[in-house]
Protein backbone atom coordinates (compact mmCIF):
# COMPACT_ATOMS: atom_id res chain seq x y z
CA UNK A 1 0.00 0.00 0.00
CA UNK A 2 2.66 2.42 1.04
CA UNK A 3 4.53 1.52 -2.01
CA UNK A 4 1.75 2.61 -4.43
CA UNK A 5 1.24 5.42 -2.45
CA UNK A 6 4.55 6.48 -3.67
CA UNK A 7 3.88 6.16 -7.18
CA UNK A 8 1.46 9.06 -6.71
CA UNK A 9 2.29 12.52 -8.05
CA UNK A 10 -0.25 13.98 -6.41
CA UNK A 11 0.35 12.78 -2.93
CA UNK A 12 4.45 13.18 -3.70
CA UNK A 13 4.16 16.77 -1.59
CA UNK A 14 3.02 15.18 1.24
CA UNK A 15 5.22 12.09 1.29
CA UNK A 16 8.52 11.58 3.00
CA UNK A 17 11.18 10.27 1.24
CA UNK A 18 13.46 9.37 4.27
CA UNK A 19 12.09 7.78 7.32
CA UNK A 20 13.52 11.23 9.34
CA UNK A 21 12.59 13.73 6.46
CA UNK A 22 10.12 15.91 6.40
CA UNK A 23 7.44 16.17 3.50
CA UNK A 24 7.31 19.73 1.88
CA UNK A 25 3.44 19.94 3.00
CA UNK A 26 2.49 18.82 6.13
CA UNK A 27 -0.77 17.46 6.94
CA UNK A 28 -2.69 18.98 10.00
CA UNK A 29 -4.35 15.50 10.93
CA UNK A 30 -4.45 11.76 9.43
CA UNK A 31 -7.75 10.14 10.65
CA UNK A 32 -6.98 6.28 11.39
CA UNK A 33 -9.18 2.92 11.09
CA UNK A 34 -7.48 2.00 14.37
CA UNK A 35 -10.03 -1.30 14.91
CA UNK A 36 -6.85 -3.95 14.82
CA UNK A 37 -4.71 -1.39 15.67
CA UNK A 38 -4.12 -3.82 19.24
CA UNK A 39 -3.80 -7.03 17.80
CA UNK A 40 -0.71 -8.88 18.07
CA UNK A 41 -1.81 -11.19 14.90
CA UNK A 42 0.71 -10.85 12.12
CA UNK A 43 -1.11 -11.57 8.98
CA UNK A 44 0.48 -12.79 5.37
CA UNK A 45 1.26 -10.18 3.53
CA UNK A 46 -0.76 -9.07 -0.24
CA UNK A 47 1.91 -11.18 -1.86
CA UNK A 48 1.89 -14.22 0.34
CA UNK A 49 -1.94 -13.95 0.01
CA UNK A 50 -2.53 -13.57 -3.47
CA UNK A 51 0.00 -16.65 -4.01
CA UNK A 52 -1.68 -18.99 -2.33
CA UNK A 53 -5.12 -18.16 -3.73
CA UNK A 54 -3.74 -18.53 -7.21
CA UNK A 55 -1.55 -22.05 -6.46
CA UNK A 56 -5.34 -23.06 -4.85
CA UNK A 57 -7.02 -21.88 -8.03
CA UNK A 58 -5.04 -23.56 -10.32
CA UNK A 59 -6.23 -26.73 -9.00
CA UNK A 60 -9.37 -26.34 -9.95
CA UNK A 61 -10.79 -28.16 -13.61
CA UNK A 62 -11.19 -25.38 -16.47
CA UNK A 63 -15.21 -25.73 -15.96
CA UNK A 64 -15.27 -24.85 -12.63
CA UNK A 65 -17.00 -21.14 -11.94
CA UNK A 66 -15.27 -18.66 -9.42
CA UNK A 67 -17.85 -15.92 -7.44
CA UNK A 68 -15.27 -13.64 -5.93
CA UNK A 69 -17.03 -11.86 -3.14
CA UNK A 70 -15.14 -8.49 -3.50
CA UNK A 71 -17.70 -6.24 -1.91
CA UNK A 72 -16.06 -3.18 -0.94
CA UNK A 73 -12.85 -1.64 -2.05
CA UNK A 74 -9.71 -2.88 -0.88
CA UNK A 75 -9.77 -6.24 -2.71
CA UNK A 76 -8.75 -5.04 -5.91
CA UNK A 77 -5.92 -7.09 -6.01
CA UNK A 78 -7.64 -10.36 -6.47
CA UNK A 79 -9.28 -9.02 -9.26
CA UNK A 80 -5.87 -7.80 -11.07
CA UNK A 81 -4.22 -10.56 -9.65
CA UNK A 82 -6.39 -13.60 -11.00
CA UNK A 83 -6.44 -11.49 -14.36
CA UNK A 84 -3.12 -11.91 -15.00
CA UNK A 85 -2.76 -15.52 -14.01
CA UNK A 86 -5.57 -16.54 -16.05
CA UNK A 87 -5.58 -13.79 -18.98
CA UNK A 88 -9.10 -13.52 -18.73
CA UNK A 89 -11.82 -10.95 -17.78
CA UNK A 90 -14.19 -10.29 -14.62
CA UNK A 91 -17.68 -10.24 -15.23
CA UNK A 92 -19.07 -7.41 -12.65
CA UNK A 93 -22.63 -5.61 -12.76
CA UNK A 94 -22.74 -1.88 -14.67
CA UNK A 95 -22.89 -0.50 -11.16
CA UNK A 96 -20.20 -2.46 -9.65
CA UNK A 97 -17.97 -1.33 -12.85
CA UNK A 98 -18.15 1.99 -12.07
CA UNK A 99 -16.83 1.70 -8.68
CA UNK A 100 -13.81 0.48 -10.12
CA UNK A 101 -13.25 2.65 -12.83
CA UNK A 102 -12.23 6.00 -11.50
CA UNK A 103 -12.06 9.01 -12.39
CA UNK A 104 -8.99 9.16 -14.74
CA UNK A 105 -8.42 12.72 -13.71
CA UNK A 106 -8.23 11.56 -9.99
CA UNK A 107 -5.91 8.55 -10.19
CA UNK A 108 -5.00 7.89 -13.72
CA UNK A 109 -2.37 4.89 -11.86
CA UNK A 110 -5.60 3.14 -11.65
CA UNK A 111 -8.21 3.84 -13.81
CA UNK A 112 -6.78 2.04 -16.82
CA UNK A 113 -5.98 -1.31 -15.37
CA UNK A 114 -9.69 -2.49 -14.16
CA UNK A 115 -10.98 -0.81 -17.37
CA UNK A 116 -9.01 -3.54 -19.21
CA UNK A 117 -10.40 -6.20 -16.77
CA UNK A 118 -13.98 -6.15 -16.25
CA UNK A 119 -16.32 -7.12 -18.46
CA UNK A 120 -20.21 -6.64 -17.98
CA UNK A 121 -20.84 -10.34 -20.19
CA UNK A 122 -21.02 -12.87 -17.71
CA UNK A 123 -20.67 -15.42 -20.74
CA UNK A 124 -16.96 -14.87 -21.66
CA UNK A 125 -15.85 -15.68 -18.36
CA UNK A 126 -15.21 -18.25 -15.37
CA UNK A 127 -14.75 -15.43 -12.85
CA UNK A 128 -17.61 -13.33 -11.69
CA UNK A 129 -17.17 -9.90 -9.12
CA UNK A 130 -21.01 -9.40 -9.73
CA UNK A 131 -23.13 -8.22 -6.61
CA UNK A 132 -23.15 -10.47 -3.61
CA UNK A 133 -26.91 -10.17 -3.59
CA UNK A 134 -27.66 -9.58 -6.94
CA UNK A 135 -25.61 -12.70 -9.00
CA UNK A 136 -25.86 -13.45 -12.40
CA UNK A 137 -27.56 -16.31 -13.72
CA UNK A 138 -23.63 -18.51 -14.15
CA UNK A 139 -23.55 -17.91 -10.17
CA UNK A 140 -27.41 -18.94 -9.12
CA UNK A 141 -28.20 -21.51 -11.27
CA UNK A 142 -24.43 -23.17 -10.35
CA UNK A 143 -25.41 -24.45 -6.79
CA UNK A 144 -29.11 -25.66 -5.12
CA UNK A 145 -29.68 -23.74 -1.99
CA UNK A 146 -29.04 -27.24 -0.14
CA UNK A 147 -25.39 -27.48 -1.74
CA UNK A 148 -25.30 -23.76 -0.44
CA UNK A 149 -26.12 -24.40 2.97
CA UNK A 150 -23.84 -27.76 3.41
CA UNK A 151 -21.03 -25.71 1.51
CA UNK A 152 -20.94 -22.91 4.79
CA UNK A 153 -21.19 -25.66 7.27
CA UNK A 154 -18.35 -27.99 5.93
CA UNK A 155 -16.72 -26.00 2.63
CA UNK A 156 -16.87 -29.53 0.62
CA UNK A 157 -19.74 -30.91 -1.74
CA UNK A 158 -19.42 -33.49 -4.35
CA UNK A 159 -18.13 -32.02 -7.58
CA UNK A 160 -21.85 -33.50 -9.72
CA UNK A 161 -23.18 -31.18 -7.37
CA UNK A 162 -21.48 -27.83 -7.59
CA UNK A 163 -18.57 -26.53 -10.34
CA UNK A 164 -19.28 -22.64 -8.42
CA UNK A 165 -16.55 -21.68 -5.85
CA UNK A 166 -16.87 -18.68 -3.27
CA UNK A 167 -14.05 -16.87 -2.56
CA UNK A 168 -14.22 -14.66 0.61
CA UNK A 169 -11.80 -12.60 1.77
CA UNK A 170 -10.96 -12.55 5.72
CA UNK A 171 -8.45 -11.77 8.26
CA UNK A 172 -6.26 -14.71 8.59
CA UNK A 173 -3.03 -15.18 10.43
CA UNK A 174 -0.04 -16.15 8.71
CA UNK A 175 0.75 -19.26 10.17
CA UNK A 176 -2.93 -20.35 9.83
CA UNK A 177 -2.70 -19.25 5.65
CA UNK A 178 0.30 -21.44 4.61
CA UNK A 179 -1.94 -24.54 6.95
CA UNK A 180 -5.12 -23.60 5.11
CA UNK A 181 -3.60 -23.74 1.47
CA UNK A 182 -1.82 -27.38 1.81
CA UNK A 183 -4.84 -28.13 3.53
CA UNK A 184 -7.12 -27.09 0.86
CA UNK A 185 -4.94 -28.23 -2.03
CA UNK A 186 -4.58 -32.00 -0.60
CA UNK A 187 -8.35 -32.06 -0.35
CA UNK A 188 -8.44 -30.99 -4.16
CA UNK A 189 -6.17 -33.58 -4.79
CA UNK A 190 -7.70 -36.40 -3.23
CA UNK A 191 -10.83 -35.55 -5.04
CA UNK A 192 -13.23 -33.33 -3.24
CA UNK A 193 -14.67 -30.16 -3.96
CA UNK A 194 -14.13 -27.57 -1.90
CA UNK A 195 -16.42 -24.95 -3.19
CA UNK A 196 -15.63 -22.27 -0.50
CA UNK A 197 -12.77 -20.82 -0.37
CA UNK A 198 -10.98 -17.97 2.08
CA UNK A 199 -8.16 -15.22 0.99
CA UNK A 200 -6.59 -13.16 3.51
CA UNK A 201 -7.33 -9.91 3.29
CA UNK A 202 -8.39 -7.86 5.86
CA UNK A 203 -10.44 -4.97 6.07
CA UNK A 204 -8.62 -3.46 9.05
CA UNK A 205 -4.60 -2.85 9.24
CA UNK A 206 -2.25 -3.85 11.55
CA UNK A 207 -0.12 -2.07 13.69
CA UNK A 208 3.09 -2.34 11.40
CA UNK A 209 0.89 -1.25 8.32
CA UNK A 210 -0.46 1.75 10.33
CA UNK A 211 3.09 2.42 11.54
CA UNK A 212 4.24 2.23 7.77
CA UNK A 213 1.58 4.50 6.71
CA UNK A 214 1.25 7.10 8.67
CA UNK A 215 5.32 7.24 8.73
CA UNK A 216 5.52 8.31 5.40
CA UNK A 217 3.33 11.46 5.53
CA UNK A 218 4.95 12.17 8.86
CA UNK A 219 1.62 14.35 10.00
CA UNK A 220 1.09 16.71 13.24
CA UNK A 221 -1.53 14.40 14.28
CA UNK A 222 -3.31 11.65 13.99
CA UNK A 223 -6.75 10.97 15.43
CA UNK A 224 -8.59 7.43 16.15
CA UNK A 225 -12.22 6.83 13.97
CA UNK A 226 -12.76 3.43 15.38
CA UNK A 227 -12.58 2.91 19.44
CA UNK A 228 -13.18 -0.60 19.98
CA UNK A 229 -15.37 -0.63 23.29
CA UNK A 230 -13.90 -2.86 25.61
CA UNK A 231 -10.66 -0.79 26.34
CA UNK A 232 -12.36 2.01 27.59
CA UNK A 233 -10.22 4.68 26.04
CA UNK A 234 -7.13 2.73 26.21
CA UNK A 235 -6.68 2.81 22.42
CA UNK A 236 -6.75 6.25 21.99
CA UNK A 237 -4.43 7.02 25.26
CA UNK A 238 -1.62 4.67 23.44
CA UNK A 239 -1.77 6.34 20.21
CA UNK A 240 0.81 9.15 21.11
CA UNK A 241 3.47 6.61 22.12
CA UNK A 242 2.78 4.13 19.47
CA UNK A 243 3.17 6.37 16.75
CA UNK A 244 4.86 9.15 18.84
CA UNK A 245 8.78 8.24 16.02
CA UNK A 246 5.84 8.36 13.00
CA UNK A 247 4.78 11.99 13.52
CA UNK A 248 6.43 15.29 11.96
CA UNK A 249 9.09 17.01 14.30
CA UNK A 250 6.79 19.27 16.39
CA UNK A 251 3.65 16.93 16.25
CA UNK A 252 4.18 15.99 19.67
CA UNK A 253 1.70 18.57 21.56
CA UNK A 254 -1.00 18.81 19.10
CA UNK A 255 -1.88 15.00 19.76
CA UNK A 256 -0.83 15.00 23.15
CA UNK A 257 -3.58 17.97 23.66
CA UNK A 258 -6.30 16.79 21.54
CA UNK A 259 -6.08 12.84 22.93
CA UNK A 260 -6.07 14.13 26.52
CA UNK A 261 -9.02 16.50 25.73
CA UNK A 262 -10.71 13.30 23.60
CA UNK A 263 -10.16 11.13 26.17
CA UNK A 264 -11.74 14.02 28.81
CA UNK A 265 -15.18 14.54 26.79
CA UNK A 266 -15.37 10.64 26.12
CA UNK A 267 -14.97 9.65 30.30
CA UNK A 268 -17.69 12.83 31.16
CA UNK A 269 -19.71 11.86 28.44
CA UNK A 270 -19.82 7.88 30.08
CA UNK A 271 -20.32 9.29 33.70
CA UNK A 272 -22.97 11.61 32.81
CA UNK A 273 -26.56 10.98 33.85
CA UNK A 274 -28.63 10.21 31.58
CA UNK A 275 -31.83 12.28 30.85
CA UNK A 276 -35.26 9.83 30.79
Known amino acids: MVTDLSKSSRLAPYLSGLEIQQPSKVLDCIYLDTASMLGTQVAPSKAEGMGGLLEILTSYSQDTHFFINAWTWGYEDVLLRIAAQFNTKKYT ?94 RLRNGQFVDVLRVPLSRHSTLAELQSFVGKFRPKNIFPNTLIPHPDGLDWACLLGIFAGCLSQDGYEVPRTSTLDGLRDRFLASTSPKEE
Open 93 to 186: LLTSLENYTPSPSLVPETSRPFRDILTCDANVTRFHACERFNQCGAIKSGVSQLVKRRAHRSGTASPETSKVVYINPSAMAKDNWWTYTRDIIN
